[in-house]
């Protein structure tokens, strides 16, 4: 199964509206954490907003939130506003502990398009 | 800061050719990553580095080897590569290698295998 999902390849938005993507993860372990990663068409990857397990709020980090759901097993990115500079990448991500070392899992993307 | 830089940006090298990739962080942090990206697909861990102790995912060639000569370098050696080893290599290094560690990433070195 796969560990973590992002059902939405590809996504677009106009600028200054708020965009949800979608993720859902797969995990046994009570203790994890969520993570978000941009990653503009440079290569870099940039860290966004990370979400525990045990957290009782929703992660905010500026225009991006996390709306985490530990029953459905979801943590969607919320950005708020668009900006021509949010269009990229984007990997939602997950670190959970196994056997032989601590894995990071990563989803298959969303590619993100803002229009002006 | 939560700088990792890597050098080089770009590497092309022939199927012979020997070479290495160097990731460098000076936060602190004592885990690094090596991750192989393929273009239009997630990053795929290769190596972790923690507390002294290296841990490789077993899918790994024995063309790449991890080689960390202090804790805040990590080196890639790659020897004899194969043209689908062409890709973005990205360096990432975390303060602990917990379970809900932050990793920061490099801006990658785009290799080309000919």
């Known amino acids: 199964a796969q560990k973590i999902t992002q059902t939405q390849p590809g996504m677009f938005v106009q600028e200054k509206e708020a965009v949800t993507l979608d993720c859902t993860y797969d995990?046994?372990?009570?203790?994890?954490?969520l993570f978000w990663y941009k990653q503009p068409s440079s290569g870099e990857m940039i860290f966004l907003i990370y979400?525990?397990?045990?957290?009782?709020q929703n992660a905010t980090e500026g225009r991006y939130s996390l709306n985490f759901q530990k029953a459905r097993k979801s943590a969607n990115l919320v950005i708020s506003a668009s900006q021509l500079g949010d269009s990229a990448m984007y990997f939602c991500?997950?670190?959970?502990?196994?056997?032989?070392?601590?894995?990071?899992?990563f989803g298959s993307g969303t590619k993100l398009n803002v229009k002006p | 800061d939560t700088e990792v830089t890597q050098t080089p940006k770009h590497l092309v090298m022939g199927m012979t050719n020997k070479k290495s990739l160097k990731c460098e962080q000076h936060m602190g942090h004592r885990a690094m990553y090596w991750y192989k990206q393929k273009a239009k697909k997630p990053p795929e861990l290769m190596f972790v580095?923690?507390?002294?102790?290296?841990?490789i995912n077993e899918s790994v060639p024995s063309r790449f080897s991890p080689e960390c000569p202090n804790s805040s370098l990590l080196n890639l050696h790659l020897h004899a590569l194969q043209p689908e080893d062409s890709a973005l290599y990205l360096c990432?290094?975390?303060?602990?290698?917990?379970?809900?560690?932050?990793?920061?990433f490099g801006p990658g070195t785009r290799l080309l295998v000919l």
């Open positions: 995990t046994s372990d009570p203790s994890y954490g």
């Open positions: 991500a997950m670190i959970e502990v196994s056997y032989n070392f601590n894995k990071f899992y």
């Open positions: 580095y923690s507390y002294e102790k290296l841990s």
């Open positions: 990432a290094s975390s303060l602990n290698e917990g379970r809900q560690e932050t990793q920061y």
């Open positions: 979400q525990g397990s045990y957290d009782q």
